[in-house]
Every structure is written in C-alpha cells, then in structure tokens.
C-alpha cells in the first residue's frame, strides 16, 4: 500500500526563521498531494497543493517542492510566526480524489 | 456558511458500549469522508459515502464500524461494542460533486474515549 512518512518528527524554529518541513512518499503513482495544518483539538486545514506536472509551488509566505525522482515533498514556511505552531501533515493522492494517504506528522515549534 | 459540523466533540464510552458519531457536510457538500486518527499519528482513511450509498469503505474494519449517510440528515459512523483500541479522533470531511482541487473540508473531530 501507500507509504508517507516524514523524516522529522519535531521541528523547532525561532521566530521569524524559515521552517522546512520533509515528507517522503513510496507510491510513484502519486499525482496529487497537499499540505495540511492541524492545530491542538482541530480538524486539518488546507496550506497548499501541487500536481505531479509541477516542481514548486508558492502561496502565501508557503511554498511546496516535488522532486519525483526521489519522491520527496517539502513545505517551506518564510518568516515563521508563533500561530505557525501546529503539526503539519503531507497528503497524497494517486487521482482519485476520494481517498488521501497522509503521512504521520510534523510538529512545529515557534519560538518567541 | 457553517463548515462541517461534528458532534459530539467529546464522547466516552465504556467496552461494549454503542458510539455513534455526527457530521453535517458543509451546504452543498454531497460527499463525505470519514478518517481516523490515533495519537501522534496521521489520519487514516475509513469510508467514502455519497447521500445514500457506499462508495468505498476499504478503510473500514471488518466488524462493528458501520457508516452511512441518509437522503435527509446527517452522516452517521456508528462502533458497536466499543474496545480500548477504538479510542481515537474520529474525522468527517466532505465536498462538493466532482473532482475535489484542493482537498477536503474537514470538521473538528469528535474524540472518542474508550474505558
């Protein structure tokens, strides 16, 4: 079956820092993935996709790498701020958009 | 617009016990997803339901879970028999017809506790 992990269970980061954040897939299959956030006590929240046709996407102070060669994804935060606190999970999709993979989570750390 | 409204928050059951856990899709969403969540773990797929049908629970054990989702109210996921292993967060998505760009909606979980 599908495989997403990260390699770093805790990231802390000072304030202000960027943060990258890793996440490793096994399913070369994967043509979709997404990056959530997921605060103490609530649901996901969507930061940022990208389709397997894309190398780099950027958002807002986010921006989300794809190297399919080694099947790696990485999300990068600028100027890390403390509501940036939050475990953060990788999501994979193979393009049925009915069911995701999702690794087993990032917490970062902001330091004030 | 409310988002995706799960209830309880919180629930406790003792082994054996009947849970049953809510989620009211967003308007306009017919489409519901339900994940499972242990303790420092990420979220596994359970079950994809359309009003009224099953549409793939390969996520879903064998025996004692059961999901549905009636032409009128809210998704269902029901746990007969309630054993330790079963506590967890428990997460409802849902979206609209169609191909989802950008992913789920998803509700704030209800916390099932199992003593």
């Known amino acids: 079956g599908e495989s997403v992990g990260l390699h770093l269970p805790t990231l802390s980061v000072q304030e202000g820092d960027n943060s990258i954040i890793n996440c490793a897939y096994s399913?070369?299959?994967?043509?979709?993935f997404i990056w959530y956030k997921q605060e103490s006590g609530k649901g996901p929240q969507f930061i940022i996709d990208?389709?397997?046709?894309?190398d780099k996407r950027q958002g807002q102070r986010v921006t989300v790498l794809l190297n399919k060669t080694v099947k790696h994804l990485s999300l990068q935060i600028a100027a890390t701020q403390p509501g940036d606190s939050a475990v953060y999970f990788c999501a994979e999709n193979t393009g049925n958009f009915n069911k995701f993979y999702f690794g087993s989570g990032t917490k970062l750390n902001v330091k004030p | 617009n409310a988002g995706v409204m799960q209830n309880p928050r919180h629930l406790v059951r003792r082994r054996g016990q009947e849970a049953r856990l809510r989620c009211s899709p967003m308007?306009?969403?017919?489409?519901v997803y339900w994940y499972r969540q242990l303790p420092e773990e990420g979220l596994k797929f359970m079950v994809y339901?359309?009003?009224?049908?099953?549409?793939?629970e390969s996520g879903m054990p064998k025996e004692r879970f059961s999901a549905e989702f009636p032409k009128e109210g809210p998704s269902i996921l029901r746990i007969q028999q309630v054993v330790r292993g079963d506590s967890a967060a428990y997460f409802c998505?849902?979206?609209?017809?169609?191909?989802?760009?950008?992913?789920?909606?998803f509700g704030s979980g209800t916390r099932l506790t199992v003593v």
């Open positions: 990208i389709r397997s046709n894309m």
């Open positions: 998505a849902s979206s609209p017809p169609g191909t989802v760009r950008g992913g789920y909606t």
């Open positions: 399913n070369s299959a994967s043509d979709y």
């Open positions: 339901l359309q009003k009224e049908n099953i549409i793939d």
């Open positions: 308007k306009g969403h017919s489409h």
